[in-house]
């Protein structure tokens, strides 16, 4: 289990490997649907890993960090309310798996947060290429029925598709903003022509799928981005200047090429992109989250302190028939399903940390690491108007708490200088955890 494996230029231990493999990686759908084209395996997979990751935590309590106790403990606790709420009214134990699930997350974000500062790992850079290149094989093999004219596809499993030609669900999609903000932030800070293709492709791949949701998200992480990059002086206005030109001259020729070629497309997207301005238009589902948003909100301030819990879960939908009995409401808006099953206790519980995120960013002592993920952790509440975020995007929020726990211990030079951050030496780390990051 010593053995040492090289992946993207990333050296792992094969027990590292074998621990985020099964722990981080499986979660993303769009890579697990490779090995497994089955949603049922998939989703109970992630069912057992959850009880064996909220034991584990339970397990390593003494060798948490203090706030990280208290968060475990608040989880617990709400974890003991529900138990005995089931017990009382259902004779069960628990009575519905999924009011676990969807609280989840908040463990699951300590817990790679854990394992990342146990294993001392730099892992952003492996990820942004793991997303790149499990894009590409997922749209080989399963990418065959793209085009842009949004026609529904009947599927016996729909799994990580979205239910159209667009191919791929948003939620997955959404995740392409990381490749997208590391490839730029190499691009910018080594100005090395080989950063510009992949960082150019991550920006087809968003805007060719059509999800509005994932342009306004990218937008957002992007404009963070850019404000935290230039307070840390990791660059400067004439920099970013500079690639602003390059990227306008790029966009133009790109427009001019595109306009000829398929007449009607940058139109087309115009009006998708408007639509953005227009959530309720009527027939689109932005309008069927307004309406969800309505009824369930009126719901949610009749019990407004723990929300509904396992009662709203076997409550008959409100809105349409076509779901199962007891099978939950099948939110699409992120905030409403935190206060419709867990009240305002759960949505702080579980979405503290991305406010936490919308301070932090502006702060002055921040790595590139920390800027590119709490910018992407802040779009998630953008991403969270529209659909419920999926759990891997919570494995990168814990990513970005393990690397704003590193910024902490890094030397801040002279003000005045032009950078404020330099990386540890060396020295600090083990020389195999230093050498491992790249050969």
């Known amino acids: 289990m010593n053995s040492v494996l090289k992946i993207f230029n990333y050296r792992f231990y094969l027990k590292e490997l074998l621990l985020l493999l099964f722990t981080f990686f499986l979660i993303e759908g769009i890579f697990s649907w490779i090995f ?10 992630q069912k057992l890993l959850s009880l064996f990751i ?146 150019l492709f991550c920006f087809v791949v968003i805007l060719v799928h059509q999800h509005r949701s994932v342009w306004s998200s990218t937008l957002v992480a992007l404009f963070f981005y850019l404000i935290s990059t230039l307070r840390n002086r990791l660059q400067n206005l004439s920099r970013l200047g500079n690639i602003s030109i ?15 070629l398929f007449p009607g497309f940058i139109e087309f997207l115009s009006e998708r992109f408007s639509e953005i301005f227009d959530p309720s238009k009527e027939g689109s589902t932005g309008n069927f989250r307004t309406q969800q948003r309505e009824v369930y909100f009126d719901l949610f301030l009749q019990r407004p302190l723990f929300g509904w819990t396992f009662e709203g879960f076997e409550m008959p939908n409100p809105l349409v028939d076509w779901w199962p009995p007891n099978t939950g409401q099948h939110f699409h808006e992120g905030y409403m399903e935190m206060l419709f099953y867990h009240g305002i206790v759960g949505l702080i519980l579980k979405y503290g940390i991305l406010f936490y995120f919308l301070i932090r960013v502006f702060s002055k002592k921040l790595s590139a690491e ?35 726990e590193k910024d902490k211990m890094l030397p801040t030079e002279n003000k005045s200088d032009t950078k404020v951050i330099e990386k540890v030496p060396p020295v600090t780390y083990r020389e195999f955890r230093t050498n491992r990051i790249r050969s």
């Open 246 to 260: 390059v990227a306008g001259t790029i966009i133009l020729v790109g427009y001019f090429f595109v306009a000829n």
């Open 370 to 404: 920390s800027i590119i993920l709490l910018s992407f952790g802040i779009s998630g509440m953008v991403f969270s108007f529209n659909y419920v975020l999926p759990l891997i995007f919570w494995g990168f929020v814990g990513m970005c708490l393990y690397y704003l």
């Open 54 to 199: 909220f034991g584990f935590m339970l397990y390593s309590f003494s060798h948490l960090k203090n706030s990280e106790r208290i968060i475990v403990g608040l989880f617990t606790m709400l974890l003991v309310k529900l138990v005995f709420e089931s017990l009382n009214k259902y004779d069960s134990v628990f009575r519905q798996l999924t009011m676990f699930t969807v609280l989840f997350p908040v463990i699951f974000t300590l817990f790679i947060k854990y394992i990342l500062r146990s294993m001392e790992l730099d892992l952003l850079g492996f990820m942004a290429k793991f997303y790149l290149a499990t894009y590409i094989v997922f749209m080989v093999l399963f990418g065959r029925g793209f085009s842009f004219n949004l026609e529904s596809v009947d599927m016996d499993d729909y799994g990580p598709f979205s239910g159209d030609t667009r191919v791929i669900h948003a939620s997955h999609i959404f995740m392409m903003i990381v490749p997208f903000l590391w490839y730029l932030n190499q691009l910018i800070n080594t100005k090395k022509n080989k950063y510009l293709l992949p960082f």
């Open 36 to 45: 497994i084209h089955n949603s049922i395996i998939i989703e109970g997979y």
